[in-house]
């Protein structure tokens, strides 16, 4: 769950504090066509992803902050996820989450739900997750049906794992959607029945309200000086 639409980089980082979870792997990619400089010590640069594990839920969160640009590097990027979860056991089920780029997003943020059988669909209902039921044909990189996420489950179907996936519209993809990541924790604790606690979303949404009041007063009082 990659941290593109400030959705599901948060909800994989609480996932992986909340579960306790061990740290087991990495995955390191080398595309970047530039360099870094250091201390005068040219080093590459490099993409590394993250595996985590909570033995007594039997889960492993993978999480990282980019997304390979080389479509190549993403399809390996996927069947090596897989190829390291397999070693352990075959999955009973694949969740991936992230946010849906709503331009001029008006009203109540809303988390819903897609997966690639229709029982999901219908077992979500149950539970009173809101399904998706827009049509969307392109996936495209900033639309928030994050590509890496969308191809996984398309990876994933062909073997006839179940595959899930809550995400919540957003209207800014360059800002933290606390809430929306909130939501969609929830939506994951219900399906997996596992509590799972999201105070911390609510202090950092807060704080990040607060932050930006304090900046809006600044910038004020600066273009004031300047007039």
């Not at 969160?61 to 980019?66: L, V, W, Y």
Request: charged share 25%; glycine share 6%.
């Amino acid at each position: 769950m990659f941290d593109m639409g400030q959705v599901g980089g948060l909800v994989s980082k609480h996932l992986i504090r909340e579960l306790k979870t061990e740290k087991i792997a990495d995955i390191r990619i080398f595309e970047k066509p530039w360099v870094k400089i250091r201390e005068s010590l040219i080093t590459s640069v490099v993409d590394t992803f993250e595996r985590f594990s909570n033995q007594d839920h039997r889960i492993i969160i993978f999480s990282g902050t980019e997304q390979p640009q080389d479509p190549n590097n993403l399809l390996n990027l996927c069947r090596s996820l897989f190829r390291l979860i397999n070693k352990i056991r075959t999955p009973k089920q694949i969740f991936t989450a992230g946010g849906y780029h709503v331009p001029h997003l008006s009203g109540t943020q809303q988390v819903f739900a897609v997966a690639i059988v229709n029982n999901i669909i219908l077992s979500s209902k149950e539970k009173r997750i809101e399904i998706f039921s827009k049509e969307i044909e392109i996936i495209t990189w900033f639309n928030g049906l994050i590509m890496t996420n969308g191809l996984i489950m398309a990876v994933r179907r062909g073997n006839g794992i179940r595959c899930y996936r809550p995400f919540g519209d957003i209207s800014e993809i360059n800002k933290s959607q606390q809430l929306t990541a909130k939501s969609v924790v929830q939506i994951f604790s219900k399906v997996e029945n596992i509590n799972i606690s999201t105070d911390k979303f609510d202090v950092d949404h807060n704080s990040q309200i607060r932050e930006e009041k304090e900046k809006s007063v600044w910038e004020d009082s600066v273009r004031k000086i300047i007039i």
